[in-house]
C-alpha cells in the first residue's frame, strides 16, 4: 500500500521485480544449457532435471543451483578452456603462412648467392614469385 502512495516508491518495486524477473530467465537458461551440456549427468537424469525446472520453475533453478553449481562452474571453465584453445590454434594456423614475395625473393637471392641454385633456377623462381 505505501509504494501507491508513493509513485516513485512504485516505480522502483516495479523495476525490481522486472530486474529479478530478468536475471531468473539469465539463470534458467543457464541451468538449461548446463543439463544438456553435462557429460556426468545420464539421459534420465537430464530428464528428470528438465522436469524439475519446467515445472517447478522457481524452486526447480533454485535447487538446481545449490546441488550442482559447482559443476555449472566447471562446465563453464571447461568451455572457456576449449573455446581459448581453440583461438589460439586458429590465429596460428592464420598467423603461419608464407612470408610475401619480396621475403621469398630475398631468401632465394641467399640460396643464389651461395651457390645453392643456378641463374636459371633463381630467374624461374623470382618470375613465379612475381607472377
Known amino acids: 500500500m505505501l509504494a501507491y502512495d508513493y509513485p516513485l516508491l512504485g ?3 516495479t523495476m525490481l521485480w522486472f530486474f529479478l524477473w530478468i536475471a531468473w530467465i539469465v539463470i534458467l537458461f543457464r541451468v538449461l544449457a548446463d543439463i544438456f551440456r553435462s557429460r556426468d549427468l545420464g539421459g534420465w537424469s537430464k530428464g528428470l532435471w528438465i522436469f524439475f525446472v519446467v515445472v517447478v520453475p522457481w524452486l526447480g533453478v ?13 562446465h563453464a571453465v571447461q568451455d572457456a578452456r576449449d573455446r581459448d584453445a581453440m583461438f589460439r590454434s586458429y590465429v596460428q594456423d592464420a598467423a603461419s603462412t608464407t612470408g ?9 637471392a641467399a640460396l643464389h648467392g651461395q ?3 643456378s641463374d636459371e633456377e633463381f630467374a624461374a623462381s623470382k618470375a613465379r614469385l612475381l607472377a
Not at 62 to 74: C, N, P, S
Not at 100 to 108: F, H, N, W
Open 62 to 74: 533454485l535447487v538446481y543451483v545449490i546441488a550442482r553449481g559447482d559443476k555449472m562452474t566447471e
Open 100 to 108: 610475401s614475395a619480396a621475403d621469398e625473393i630475398a631468401k632465394l
Open 11 to 13: 516505480a522502483f518495486w
Open 115 to 117: 651457390g645453392a641454385i
